[in-house]
């Protein structure tokens, strides 16, 4: 049973991860945590890692190193990475879409809703022996995965086409199919690869009153990574910035949005160039920024339960000799504004002591 304490403890905690494909670091010393009953986005360029952390946590990746942690309801913990995949969707309550749609698009829309709730009724049919004798609970239980994908139809404003082939829904209304089949198998957590992705004004404002709804009335926390900043910064509570695998912001959108190392990374611009970048963003706060102190690390603590030693500081691959190949720092903008912000720093107080 819940208690108050369980519900205050965060859905999903990632410790210390890391991900590395022989040499190459893809993610580097994780952590952050996605707080029960919000949005939490994971959001940075292209190639930052955000699909490799979702692989990680849904089982199709092995990290190797770090804990992953999900908290359900009941106060049950579940160490992801040590589960395998379809154990996580079953016992942890994880459910996720990918990048690509993936519907049955030969199958009506109310069958892909009735697919995601198998398991439920192989189980009151006798895995079919008492499905075909017409006895047990079958009937009740197909019955309950009707009035269940009836629901999330009406939710994703798909009723009326219910009977149609899902491949003959316009793309927008496709993505909001695929939310509502995952939220069919009851998850906790709700992990979405780029929802908004390709969708017009129009249907991202659909997408944002579903997630909305799923956030406010069905219990479910929701993990997203998204490019477009506008359905993230209108929707999310909580936002994490990666870039080259690892962390560089963590807290509200507002705080995120105006966040120098976020801005560089985002536009790609040298470090000279991202006070003229702030200048024209027009945040005269996140300016002066630049010339005090840079922030604390935002990594955690040095306690870790999983770590099987240090993780580089650096990004690195493997050359043709197998020989770790280190990457400059310079590569990393977020890292530049830092140093800049270090440097301007050093050098106002050599001038205060003369």
């Known amino acids: 049973?819940?208690?108050?304490?369980?519900?205050?403890?965060?859905?999903?905690?990632?410790?210390?991860?890391?991900?590395?494909?022989?040499?190459?670091?893809?993610?580097?010393?994780?952590?952050?945590?996605?707080?029960?009953?919000?949005?939490?986005?994971?959001?940075?360029?292209?190639?930052?890692?955000?699909?490799?952390?979702?692989?990680?946590?849904?089982?199709?990746?092995?990290?190797?190193?770090?804990?992953?942690?999900?908290?359900?309801?009941?106060?049950?913990?579940?160490?992801?990475?040590?589960?395998?995949?379809?154990?996580?969707?079953?016992?942890?309550?994880?459910?996720?879409?990918?990048?690509?749609?993936?519907?049955?698009?030969?199958?009506?829309?109310?069958?892909?809703?009735?697919?995601?709730?198998?398991?439920?009724?192989?189980?009151?049919?006798?895995?079919?022996?008492?499905?075909?004798?017409?006895?047990?609970?079958?009937?009740?239980?197909?019955?309950?995965?009707?009035?269940?994908?009836?629901?999330?139809?009406?939710?994703?404003?798909?009723?009326?086409?219910?009977?149609?082939?899902?491949?003959?829904?316009?793309?927008?209304?496709?993505?909001?199919?695929?939310?509502?089949?995952?939220?069919?198998?009851?998850?906790?957590?709700?992990?979405?690869?780029?929802p908004a992705a390709g969708l017009n004004p129009r249907e991202s404002l659909a997408l944002n009153t579903l997630l909305n709804d799923i956030k406010e009335n069905s219990g479910t926390s929701i993990l997203l990574i998204e490019h477009d900043m506008s359905v993230v910064m209108q929707i999310s509570d909580h936002v994490v910035v990666l870039e080259y695998g690892r962390k560089i912001s963590d807290g509200n959108p507002e705080k995120v949005k105006n966040d120098p190392r976020v801005i560089a990374a985002y536009l790609g611009v040298d470090d000279e160039e991202v006070e003229e970048v702030l200048t024209v963003v027009g945040d005269e706060h996140v300016i002066h920024e630049l010339d005090g102190e840079p922030d604390p690390a935002h990594g955690p603590s040095a306690s870790s339960s999983m770590m099987a030693g240090p993780v580089s500081d650096t990004i690195g691959h493997s050359n043709g000799d197998g020989e770790l190949v280190r990457v400059s720092g310079e590569a990393s903008k977020a890292l530049q504004v830092d140093k800049r912000s270090t440097d301007k720093s050093s050098s106002g107080k050599g001038k205060r002591r003369t």
């Open 1 to 194: 049973m819940a208690t108050g304490t369980n519900m205050n403890k965060p859905i999903l905690s990632v410790e210390h991860l890391s991900m590395k494909f022989g040499g190459l670091v893809a993610i580097g010393d994780l952590s952050f945590e996605a707080r029960r009953g919000e949005i939490t986005a994971l959001i940075g360029p292209n190639g930052a890692g955000k699909t490799t952390v979702f692989n990680c946590i849904t089982g199709f990746y092995k990290p190797t190193e770090g804990l992953i942690r999900m908290t359900g309801r009941d106060g049950n913990e579940f160490l992801l990475e040590r589960m395998p995949d379809f154990r996580i969707t079953a016992h942890a309550k994880v459910a996720r879409t990918f990048q690509n749609i993936r519907l049955f698009s030969g199958m009506t829309v109310l069958e892909n809703l009735l697919v995601a709730q198998h398991n439920k009724l192989m189980r009151a049919s006798g895995f079919t022996v008492l499905g075909l004798l017409g006895i047990g609970g079958y009937h009740k239980a197909s019955a309950d995965a009707i009035d269940m994908a009836r629901y999330w139809l009406d939710k994703a404003e798909l009723l009326d086409r219910a009977d149609d082939p899902a491949g003959d829904l316009p793309y927008g209304a496709q993505r909001r199919l695929e939310i509502a089949r995952a939220m069919c198998t009851e998850p906790e957590l709700l992990c979405l690869d780029e």
